[in-house]
């Protein structure tokens, strides 16, 4: 079976610019996951969908970031406009249920560097 | 609101040697406990998970975790490390109701030196 599978896998663009990653998770799972990963603030979650319905967007840093999941095998994290510090690994997680059963299944990640 | 706390950040240990990586949190009700692995350039993979009933669980690749209510501790053990376990370990932590909202510590970077 295929995994979550995110694209692009590394992007690097020009401060202001727009930024689109996309995810799609693993077939049947109904809850996806954004979380952002850099070397000084660890794994945070931005936020995170259950039947496709944004339930928590609390950790999204501001209006800049914005995140879709228009059906139950697609979704977008977007960043616009892009800024330095907006460099990290973002990475998608899909799961089954809304029971904290845990196992969130991740992508391999999409390496964001803005310049 | 929940937290985890990795003391350690870097460990290294020798190939064959047992390991222990150390985990707090900080909530008032029993909380679901979690260690996963992250290898370089992956995300992040499950070893093993707490829920209830037995303290002691075990995981994949030989790895076991021992919940210790009274220490608010959910430390990962292995007895015999090998050198393909070199990898980041997170722990997490969620509670009922949460969803699968999931709370992950700072990281334990392991080094296995040959």
Known sequence: ??????????????????????????????????????MMRGLELLIYFNNNVPIDDSGMPEDRFSAKMPNASFSTLKIQPSEPRDSAVYFCASSLGVAATGELFFGEGSRLTVL | AQSVTQPDIHITVSEGASL???CNYSYGATPYLFWYVQSP????????????????????????????????????????????????????????GGGNKLTFGTGTQLKVEL
Request: glycine share 8%.
């Open chain 1, 1 to 38: 079976d295929a995994g979550v599978i995110q694209s692009p896998r590394h992007e690097v663009t020009e401060m202001g610019q727009e930024v689109t990653l996309r995810c799609k998770p693993i077939s049947g799972h109904n809850s996806l996951f954004w979380y952002r990963q850099t």
């Open chain 2, 20 to 22: 222990e990586l150390r």
């Open chain 2, 41 to 96: 350039g992956q995300g992040l993979q499950l070893l093993l998970k707490y829920f209830s009933g037995d303290t002691l669980v075990q995981g994949i690749k030989g790895f076991e975790a021992e919940f210790k209510r009274s220490q608010s501790s959910f430390n990962l053990r292995k007895p015999s490390v090998h050198w393909s376990d070199a990898a980041e370990y997170f722990c997490a932590v969620s509670f009922t």
